[in-house]
């Protein structure tokens, strides 16, 4: 239980040091309204402020209002969030303007119950919308805001475990006050981005130094406690880029279910013997594969080894593409949405041909 006197030191604290060190001028903080907070705050989840403005810019002119978003087409809205990575936001955030659109007549609702049942939008993002463009009484407990709660008041226990995190809900909303919650929400994002960083925590110029626990006592490495460790399965594939007589690439459109959704990617084999196979069935002989490049990419719940092999196809040759795979001059890949590994694969693949 936090006494008042805590409560009121806490909150004075904290708006004076936004007042004079708070960020006021990031883009979606000029004419705010609940459609750039909501877009800003999607994009921020596991993402920096740095990397978010200019693709916030970029959806702001495509998209300048929630119509303009339900109405654009998927790919389109896939391709214009590629790079930022987790695209799963990006297909909750297309299926979340339909959503107002449709049912809420254009107008995000107020209230943390109704926010948070939307897709992509849980309860830390639904406060942040409805205490930043509302001016509604609603806490906020993103990555940033736990830290600084676990270290001002000393919480064990990684957050993850349920009861670990009623805790800092709980301390979330005893410390949000009724007035100046606009000010105070991004107070707290900025104090953790800022100062009560992950790394180097600058506790000298911290409003919170003489209340935190974990700087008084000096355990601020112990605090957020860590995930416990778990080792990353490691998975491997293929990717294959094949190259027709016209120099056109095989791509095709993901499933948009599962990793990448909906995006650009090349076939993908989990063995050599089996693109082989596959490529000797439309193909006959001449199975002659080169490596292009090898790399690992890390997901959050396993790593996966990569290998991209270019093969070509002859003149006359027929494969039987699925209705989902095209052929793409390398001019025209920058219209399509790829995740990065794609990118990635088709920088070295370009590289090598100049
Ligand atoms: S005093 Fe240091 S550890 Fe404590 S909240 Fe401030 S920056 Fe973080």
Known sequence: MINKQRIDDFQSRVLAWYDYAGRKFLPWQQDITPYKVWLSEIMLQQTQVNTVIPYFNRFLSL???????????????LRAWAGLGYYARARNLHKTAQIIVDDYQGCFPKTVALLSNLPG?????????????????????????????????????????????????????????KQRVRDYTQAMMDLGALVCTRTQARCEDCPLSSACLAYQTNTIEIYPTKKPKKILPVKHTIMLVLENDQGEILLEKRPLSGIWGGLWSFPEFDVLNSLQ??????????????????????????????????????????????????????????????????????????????
């Open 63 to 77: 998209y300048p209002t929630v119509y303009d978003l339900a109405a654009a087409n998927q790919d389109e809205v």
């Open 121 to 177: 939008i849980g309860l830390s993002t639904a406060g942040a919308i409805a205490a930043i463009a509302y001016h509604e009484h609603a806490a906020i407990l993103d990555g940033n805001v736990k830290r600084v709660l676990s270290r001002v008041f000393a919480i064990s226990g990684w957050s993850g475990d349920s009861r670990v995190l009623q805790t800092y809900w709980d301390i979330a909303r005893t410390l949000t006050p």
């Open 277 to 354: 196979v596959w490529y000797e069935a439309f193909h006959g002989k001449g199975f002659n594969p080169q490596t292009i490049t090898g790399f690992r990419h890390t997901f959050t719940h396993y790593h996966l080894e990569i290998t991209a092999i270019h093969l070509s196809t002859s003149s006359g040759c027929k494969p039987f593409l699925n209705e989902s795979q095209q052929f793409i001059a390398l001019s025209s890949l920058s219209d399509y949405g790829k995740p990065v590994p794609v990118d990635k694969i088709l920088g070295v693949y370009c590289h090598d041909l100049a």
